[in-house]
């Protein structure tokens, strides 16, 4: 995953390495303009002892400034590669971090539970067999089709849950949850009592 990633966040900054690569060129043709000006003043020294000093000084003075200037655009350069560098190594791991986080958050844990299911207008009693932050797995399986809503109610949990239906087997139903931030806190909460004991398979 993390190779994609540098691979994703390579073209997504490519278009700022490409511009620190023209301040280089910049600077190179910089440096250059600044050693023929060089070259220019001592050629003019040594033609005509009697040349214009005060062109001279111009040309001397010139050189030393885009000398100058080439060195700060060499610094930019470098310190844009080197910020990006560092920012797409973050980038790379606030994605790792944030993967493993939601592979947790998701865990789904095997539970034995009793539970109430509300749909279609009616309520049916239900156990839920396993449970994750994104969804559960009860032994009701009810006749509605995929997205269709149901309500539940986990004992332990106060809040209700919303959730609509993922797929229905002759082993129940598989729900994926729609809830808000409140609800998913107190899932969270719930969550965190069971994990300990009893750990299912990746949702």
């Known amino acids: 995953m993390a190779d994609a990633v540098d691979r994703d966040l390579h073209g997504a900054f490519r278009p700022v390495a490409d511009h620190a690569e023209r301040v280089r060129d910049m600077a190179h043709e910089l440096t250059q303009v600044a050693d023929r000006a060089t070259e220019r003043a001592a050629a003019l020294q040594s033609a005509d002892?009697?040349?214009?000093?005060?062109?001279?000084?111009?040309?001397?003075?010139?050189?030393?400034?885009?000398?100058?200037l080439s060195g700060e655009l060499h610094v930019l350069a470098q310190r844009s590669v080197q910020d990006l560098e560092h920012l797409k190594s973050q980038l790379i791991q606030s994605v790792r971090a944030t993967a493993l986080g939601n592979?947790?958050?998701?865990?789904?844990?095997?539970?034995?539970?009793?539970?109430?299911?509300?749909?279609?207008?009616?309520?049916?009693?239900?156990?839920?067999?396993?449970?994750?932050?994104?969804?559960?797995?009860?032994?009701?399986a009810i006749n509605l089709a995929a997205g269709a809503g149901v309500a539940l109610r986990v004992a332990g949990v106060r809040r209700e849950l919303k959730s609509e239906v993922v797929r229905v087997t002759e082993e129940g139903t598989q729900l994926r949850f729609t809830i808000d931030n409140e609800a998913a806190e107190e899932l969270r909460g719930f969550l965190e009592q069971v994990a300990p004991q009893k750990r299912g398979r990746p949702d």
């Open 49 to 68: 002892d009697g040349a214009d000093r005060g062109a001279v000084a111009e040309l001397v003075a010139m050189a030393e400034i885009l000398r100058s």
């Open 103 to 140: 592979r947790r958050l998701h865990e789904r844990f095997e539970v034995d539970v009793v539970a109430e299911a509300k749909f279609a207008g009616r309520s049916e009693p239900a156990r839920v067999r396993n449970l994750s932050l994104g969804g559960a797995m009860m032994d009701l």
